[in-house]
């Protein structure tokens, strides 16, 4: 899914934003791993820090309910979701920093 560098990217937005330990050499294993440990930790708490923290991650209620109710593995297929849209949100992100230096480069075409 992911080449290196963008990997090592994600690992460490994930790292700050969920708290999660990964280590120097990692894996899209490792850290849907982490992940795991992280979203337990959180369904344990209650379901209602959980569910508003999928709201703000924007992960479909669809998936979501699929992913609690039809996987053998709940929290493991939460932790894909939440992979994948954090992997969404980066490459939204770099691929908007790219035409934000489109726009830098036309301020004589700027409306």
């Given at each position: ?13 994930l790292?700050?934003?969920?708290g ?5 050499l990692?894996s ?8 795991e440990?992280?979203?337990v930790?959180i369904l344990?708490?209650?379901?209602e820090?959980?569910?508003q923290?999928m709201?703000?991650?924007d992960?479909?209620?669809?998936k979501?309910?699929e992913?609690?109710y039809f996987s053998?593995?709940?929290?493991a297929?939460i932790s ?10 980066m490459?939204?992100?770099i691929a908007h920093?790219?035409?934000g ?5 036309d ?5």
């Open positions: 899914m992911a080449d290196e560098q963008q990997q090592l990217e994600l690992a460490r937005q790292q700050t934003e969920w999660i330990a990964i280590p120097e990692i899209e294993e490792t850290i849907l791993a982490q992940l440990i992280k979203v930790q344990e708490r209650g379901p820090a959980f569910f923290l709201y703000r991650l992960i479909s209620e669809r979501l309910q992913a609690m053998k593995t709940p929290a297929a894909r979701l939440i992979y994948v849209r954090q992997w969404q949100k490459q939204s992100r920093r790219r035409k230096f489109q726009k830098d480069e301020q004589d075409l700027a409306w």
